[in-house]
């Protein structure tokens, strides 16, 4: 255990140069990957992106349909883009929901990219995208809409991703049984 009164493993410093001292007990973030897996090898990756706080930011069911707004449709098609900004990305099944997205990546060629790369470059260019949508219409755009970190699975075999698919295409008609859904959070 880590003892309070002396520097932690992980101190940085501030811009006055100070040594801040972290608290584990208040400063942690466990990973939740596979510890010692290399997530730059070719594979097949489901991953699930929140919004912050899990709020309704990327539209909303109707119907069993999901009706995107504008943030919603950035998010869309930044996600289809992809491949063109990550040659080595291909993308299978995906969904934008009202506050979050599920999608399955593909890693076609190992060590080129590494699927947080991809996920963070996602991330990324949606504020982007977001940020000038709301300067060019003079509208007060959030800053912080995505959870920091994200949800991944490793697919490991055919019976695995057409699950995943199966689950992907049904999220909008299952909508009140999700668990990221506002009534059961």
Not at 40 to 51: D, E, F, M, N, R
Not at 54 to 79: P, Y
Not at 116 to 122: E, H, L, N, P, R
Request: glycine content about 8%; proline content about 5%; charged content about 25%.
């Amino acid at each position: 255990m880590w003892d309070r009164g002396k520097p932690c493993p992980y101190e940085h410093t501030n811009a006055e140069e100070q040594i801040v001292h972290c608290d584990p007990e208040r400063h942690h973030r466990r990973s939740v990957r596979l510890h010692g897996y290399d997530y730059a090898q070719t594979g097949l990756y489901y991953v699930t992106i929140c919004s912050h706080n899990h709020e309704c930011l990327f539209g909303e069911i109707c119907d069993g349909q999901m009706h995107l707004n504008q943030l919603g449709t950035i998010a869309h098609t930044e996600w289809e883009s992809l491949p063109e900004r990550f040659p080595d990305v291909q993308l299978d099944a995906f969904v934008v929901m009202p506050n979050h997205l599920h999608g399955v990546v593909a890693l076609i060629k190992t060590g080129q990219t590494v699927l947080g790369t991809v996920i963070g470059g996602f991330k990324s260019l949606v504020f982007k995208r977001w940020r000038e949508f709301c300067l060019e219409n003079g509208v007060k755009g959030r800053l912080a809409f995505w959870q920091r970190p994200y949800y991944e699975h490793i697919i490991r075999n055919g019976a695995d991703l057409e699950r995943i698919r199966e689950y992907t295409r049904l999220n909008p008609q299952r909508w009140g049984e999700d668990s990221d859904a506002p009534q059961n959070l």
